[in-house]
């Protein structure tokens, strides 16, 4: 079966650097995407992996190993606005997303 | 920008009536379109992917006669809740691509809230 692992819930402090840990199980790849959803919202795109290495864009960072099956989001300078859920998810072969069930972020002052 | 609108964005119905939700993408056209549906602190479940013209692929355990779907245009696509039950409560986003293959990004719509009585 496919697969998409994220821990349910992590918790850190403003001003912090958080990494969140992705691993996937799937039949074929065709790209990683992490998306950030607000409670209540839709998702928004964050990054797209489809080469392993590291995307950065701004205070997020994405990374993604295609052997190991692992991928991880990391946020920098953390503020309250980050609070939110995160979602990983992987295309497969047949280009459909498969989605993580996604890691809440609670940010502390 | 990408930019895809739902309507409405919340909506209150009494068991037993059918709801109709608006997927639109207000500046590109979109290749095919997404609705997903999620409940309180879980993940997004996709129900089904509709290309333009053609009819929707549902995922397993999604009723089509229940949850029609019509893909009239490439910017339109809407999900109709037939015959509501109060377990139908809940959050539906649709997403579109612009075009098919790996790097289509999915561009998310803001969601309709669905509360059945």
């Known amino acids: 079966g496919q697969n998409i692992d994220q821990p349910t819930e992590m918790t850190a402090t403003e001003g912090a650097i958080v990494q969140i840990n992705c691993t996937y199980q799937t039949s074929g790849f065709n790209g990683l995407f992490w998306y950030q959803q607000h409670a209540g919202e839709a998702p928004t795109f964050l990054s797209y992996n489809v080469l392993d290495g590291l995307e950065e864009k701004g205070r997020f960072s994405s990374f993604l190993s295609r052997s190991k099956g692992y991928s991880y989001l990391l946020l920098k300078e953390l503020q309250m606005k980050d609070s939110a859920s995160y979602l990983c998810?992987?295309?497969?072969?047949?280009?459909?997303?498969?989605w993580g069930a996604g890691t809440k972020l609670i940010i502390k002052p | 920008g990408a930019v895809v609108s739902q309507h409405p964005s919340w909506v209150i119905c009494k068991s037993g009536t059918s709801v109709k939700i608006e997927c639109r993408s207000l500046?590109?056209?979109?290749?095919?379109m997404f609705w997903y549906r999620q409940f309180p602190k879980q993940s997004l479940m996709l129900m089904a992917t509709s290309n333009e013209g053609s009819k929707a692929t549902y995922e397993q355990g999604v009723e089509k006669d229940k949850f029609l779907i019509n893909h009239a245009s490439l910017t339109l696509s809407t999900l109709t809740v037939t015959s509501a039950h109060p377990e139908d409560s809940s959050f539906y986003i649709c997403?579109?691509?612009?075009?098919?293959?790996?790097?289509?990004?999915?561009?998310f719509g803001p969601g309709t809230r669905l509360t059945v009585t």
């Open positions: 998810a992987v295309k497969d072969s047949n280009y459909q997303l498969i």
């Open positions: 997403s579109a691509t612009r075009t098919s293959g790996e790097s289509s990004e999915q561009y």
């Open positions: 500046d590109f056209q979109a290749t095919t």
